[in-house]
């Protein structure tokens, strides 16, 4: 089994060039403190200084985000850059070798590109861009998470947590009531319970969540379990999920309620995935008015990409943010 769950996320501005040297010196931090080796910390290095670089000169300034993932018995360290600028019209060449962005360590996204085990890259005129890297000795599970603490908080008052079984992928999202350290507590308790016994039934793990949060300020909380063609869902409060295939899109019912406070009702529902199913659960600091049905392109991107487009676009100024999306 692989356990992933939210743990240290960063979240660079970048606005101006001395904050390029102060991403990149983060991005090394969490390297070496994840274990990477000295190979793969210059990569991490590289990557982060290009990418913040590209965001300034050319994406009018944005966010690198850079967390930790498991891989395998291993690390990797994830990037991603985020920005609203003018859009790329020919991503291949801004892909190629010689295309640079200029005065930077390597050659511009080719060379990230040829650093990470894992990249993709979505951009559209006029919308802005969205980079993903991954640089480590081998990949991560084919997932994307996003978990921002509201601005002027230190600790994220929601979590994540994704269990990758041989026949079965489990994940449960979580939203401490309010933010700041007292909702993160919460969320972490929630993530402890989760971790505990991923394989039991959503319903199970939310009834032993429920518990286990009886001493904090309570959190809304679902989880998910996909088992071949089969979504069960079991889900407390204002956690949004979705099942989005062609054409399709199916939400995911949670009841009212408050994980170690309230709960009077809970029900675990049971879908039906096709093979193109894309899961998409998130917190309530982004807005749920999304449509991912007609986006073919952004559909086919990689899991984080699109997790990383949907925070962009739809992420609430006024509280923590948290979206994982699988497929």
């Known amino acids: 089994m692989v356990l992933q769950r939210r743990r240290e996320q960063g979240r660079h501005v970048i606005e101006d060039e001395s904050q390029i040297g102060e991403a990149r010196r983060d991005a090394q931090r969490l390297a070496m403190a994840y274990g990477l080796d000295a190979t793969l910390t210059g990569r991490v290095a590289i990557a982060a200084t290009e990418l913040a670089t590209n965001l300034f000169r050319h994406g009018g300034g944005g966010e690198l985000l850079l967390q930790p993932l498991k891989a395998g018995a291993g690390e990797v360290i994830e990037l991603i850059a985020i920005d609203r600028g003018r859009g790329m019209s020919d991503v291949d060449r801004c892909l190629s070798d010689g295309y640079s962005t200029g005065g930077t360590a390597g050659t511009g996204l080719g060379a990230v590109r040829r650093l990470s085990c894992e ?3 979505h951009s559209v005129p006029g919308e802005g861009t969205v980079v993903m890297s991954r640089v480590g000795a ?5 997932f994307g998470a996003i978990s921002i603490p509201l601005k002027g908080e230190i600790e994220c008052g929601d979590g994540w947590t994704l269990a990758q079984e041989a026949d079965s992928i489990s994940v449960m999202v979580v939203d401490g009531l309010g933010h700041g350290s007292f909702a993160a507590i919460a969320a972490e308790s929630a993530q402890e319970s989760f971790a505990a016994a991923p394989s039991e039934t959503p319903r199970a793990i939310i009834e032993r969540a429920h518990r286990a949060l009886s001493s904090t300020r309570g959190a809304a909380a679902a989880v ?6 089969k979504v069960s869902y079991a889900g407390v409060g204002n956690i ?3 099942l989005i295939a062609n054409e399709k899109s199916q939400g995911l019912v949670s009841h009212n309620g408050t994980l170690g406070l309230t709960l009077s009702r809970l029900q675990q529902f049971e879908y039906e995935r096709s093979a ?5 659960m998130h917190s309530d600091g982004l807005s749920a008015r999304w449509d991912l049905r007609k986006n073919v392109m952004l559909r086919a991107r990689h899991p984080a990409i699109i997790a990383a487009v949907l925070y962009r676009d739809h992420a609430r100024a006024r509280d923590d943010a948290t979206i994982v999306v699988l497929n």
């Open 240 to 242: 949004t999920g979705y």
């Open 138 to 142: 081998s990949p991560a599970s084919r």
């Open 276 to 280: 193109d199913s894309l899961l998409v």
């Open 224 to 229: 998910a379990r996909i088992t071949g063609n």
């Open 119 to 121: 990249f993709d890259i």
